[in-house]
């Protein structure tokens, strides 16, 4: 079993920046890759970024590529979101998931574990 927790949410003015914290036990994090995920009201949720379990190789959604930064410490069990230059569109719940397969997945089901989830509001 894996537990994941997120931290780091709040409110912030269009234009600041965030920082995501996802804490994982119950398994090897370094051996999984790990994703971002977000939900809007009403919507669906949707990939943010991914990170393999080296950290080399990433996935950006378009909407947040050059303004977010996945990275991960496997020596802590920690994943990260910076995310930058915030934009009221961005406006969700985040989570973190956990994929036991290897390739980089950007679709939530195929993620096998996730996080409660850390509200972020962007004001205008």
């Known amino acids: 079993q894996v537990q994941l927790v997120e931290s780091g949410g709040g409110l912030v003015q269009a234009g600041g920046s965030l920082r995501l914290s996802c804490a994982a036990s119950g398994r090897t994090f370094s051996n999984y890759v790990m994703g971002w995920f977000r939900q809007a009201p009403g919507k669906e949720r949707e990939i943010v970024a991914a990170?393999?379990?080296?950290?080399?190789?990433?996935y950006y959604a378009d909407s947040v590529k050059g303004r977010f930064t996945i990275s991960r410490d496997n020596a802590k069990n920690t994943l990260y979101l910076q995310m930058n230059s915030l934009k009221p569109e961005d406006t969700a719940v985040y989570y973190c998931a956990l994929d036991r397969a290897m390739p980089l997945q950007t679709t939530p089901r195929a993620y096998d574990y996730w996080g409660q989830g850390t509200q972020v509001t962007v004001s205008s």
């Open positions: 990170i393999n379990w080296s950290g080399r190789s990433t």
